[in-house]
């Protein structure tokens, strides 16, 4: 399916395509995950943890990191690692959970250091502070640290899995 779309795209898109295919396939986990983490997220904070929107970022972002491990570890970086699965789980969910503080933390200081939530600002205000904030300043600093982490100390030898293949 992969190699079928990369037909379709321009020469010089495909080249850089192919040459940073780790980079691209983890940005490409990254938006399904993010998907996931935006709707788990929204549909939490406006139903069962209306109240605790923190708690429901988090709880978004623990079931968007069991994804984003079953397809980087089987997809992004299959040719990265040479650990044992557990010691390779254990490094992964430990960055991931340092990336979950990072991602949070934007929020938090939103709603509870800026106070931007009602009444002190409008509910319109408030949802566009706990976007920016949530989805927007904390996803990408939490992702510039998983993408450096994953590669140095997750899956950090790319020769692991024999040498690359040339294929998606």
């Not at 990369?6 to 986990?29: G, S, T, W």
């Not at 406006?46 to 980087?72: G, R």
Request: charged share 20%; net charge positive.
């Amino acid at each position: 399916m992969v190699d079928s779309v990369l037909i379709r795209v321009p020469q010089p898109f495909r080249d850089i395509a192919l040459r940073h295919r780790e980079l691209v396939k983890f940005a490409l986990v990254g938006a399904i995950t993010y998907m996931v983490d935006i709707v788990l997220f929204t549909g939490l904070k406006i139903t069962v943890l209306e109240p605790k929107p923190v708690t429901a970022k988090i709880v978004a972002v623990l079931v968007a990191t069991i994804v984003s491990y079953v397809l980087n570890r089987e997809w992004s970086f299959r040719t990265r690692g040479g650990r044992e699965r557990h010691h390779e789980a254990a490094l992964f969910f430990t960055v991931c959970g340092v990336g979950l503080v990072i991602n949070a933390t934007p929020l938090w200081l939103s709603r509870y250091v800026l106070d931007l939530q009602t009444p002190q600002v409008s509910l319109l205000v408030q949802e566009i502070a706990d976007f920016a904030s949530a989805n927007l300043i904390g996803t990408v600093l939490a992702m510039v640290f998983r993408w450096w982490a994953f590669r140095r100390y997750v899956f950090p030898d790319s020769s692991a899995h024999g040498a690359r293949d040339g294929t998606w």
